[in-house]
């Protein structure tokens, strides 16, 4: 049964909690990183849908109001703090006030008056690191993270209403594999794909490195860009990807619009990184794999985290969207890659010749609002797949 803000409310006379609430008070300010705009937007709405009452910058600090002001009276208005964690978060210095002020209130925890939810792999430290964490990277399904918020925010102990599962037997009937929600659709005709060396002119071809890039073609032209849409692009895609941390925030870029795409490219031998939308619609992304002494290294876990970052960014684009999209992966050049464990040790084992690239089929499409729920799942196939071409190039 889910959680109802009513329920753990209903009778504000009983509350024995010091914090008690007023029809003046709001339940959860909370407190993200411009890169996580559209996760915090999500999690905003789901304890609303479920009666709390929230503040969210996005939502709620219109043109004309003053930032701080209205940021400090969130703080005060609002009885708990909801941290989206991410990276980005931990690294910026705005959000900062926002979990301190909560922490300094309850500094042993025992109000729960600040609450992390952690929607993209990061490891905490000082302060925050030892207050416990509602963790919805992880979850493939859009069920699963709206569960996990409404259990980790009401009051009370987590026991659930009905007796678990008995660990000892066999796995119940129906049970669903992690990403079992995701649904692949194979398309009736090929899509065309503009690949990194299509799309990318920073430096020669024979002078690039190890990159995997991934693009997200639409399926038909819903999703088509006018020029003038392009041109507006050029402005917009260093931040974009300054934000997403491909680009550091120093670095130069390559930055070019035309009558066919827009892209942001960097212009380093060791940051081949870069972000682009052409005129079809197709949303492109692609980052340097880890390095080996030789070449670079193909770690399927590690590539699919990267796959997971680089889906979350390219859906998070605000630019026309198609309701299916083909996921399209490649890796080039891929002469020279070692198969092992990015954090490892690595030797002079690179494989030297073998394919020139490593460019898998790409014949099945998903519904783009399924990437963000399903990135993870999604990102462990597309890495998968990249493995299964390597090794079919390499005859092993």
Known sequence: MRWHAKQVFKDESQTTSAHRFTRHRKHFFVSYNSADAQWAQWIAHVPEAAGYTVIIQAWDFRPGNNFA????????????????????????????????????????????????????????????????QIRVHKLDSEAAVEQAILDGVKEGRAKPETRPAFPGGPAPAGAQRPGAGLRWQRVADPVQVSWRADLDGSLPHQQRREAVELHLVPVGDEARLQVRELTQLRDVLPDFGRSHRMFSPVEALQVHADATVAAAVGTTYDNPAGIAVTRTGQRSVWAALPPGRIGAILDEEHLAGQLQAMLRALVALAV?????????????????????????????????????????????????????????????????????????????
């Open 320 to 396: 026309p969207a198609a309701d299916l999209v083909v996921p399209a992966v490649a890796i080039e050049p891929a002469q020279m890659l070692t198969v092992g464990k990015a954090a490892g040790p690595h030797g002079n084992t690179a494989a030297l010749g073998g394919a020139e690239r490593l460019r898998p089929a790409h014949e099945d499409a998903v519904k783009l609002p399924d990437l963000g729920a399903y990135a993870a799942a999604v990102g462990e196939e597309l890495a998968a797949r990249l493995v299964a071409e390597h090794r079919s190039s390499r005859r092993y």
């Open 69 to 132: 002001l209205e940021m400090q009276k969130a703080l005060e208005q609002c009885e708990r703090a909801i941290a989206v964690l991410s990276p980005d978060y931990l690294t910026a210095d705005f959000p900062q006030p926002d979990w301190a002020a909560k922490f300094v209130a309850d500094p042993r925890g025992t109000e729960r008056l600040l609450l992390p939810i952690m929607v993209r792999e990061c490891e905490p430290g000082g302060l925050l690191g030892p207050v416990v």
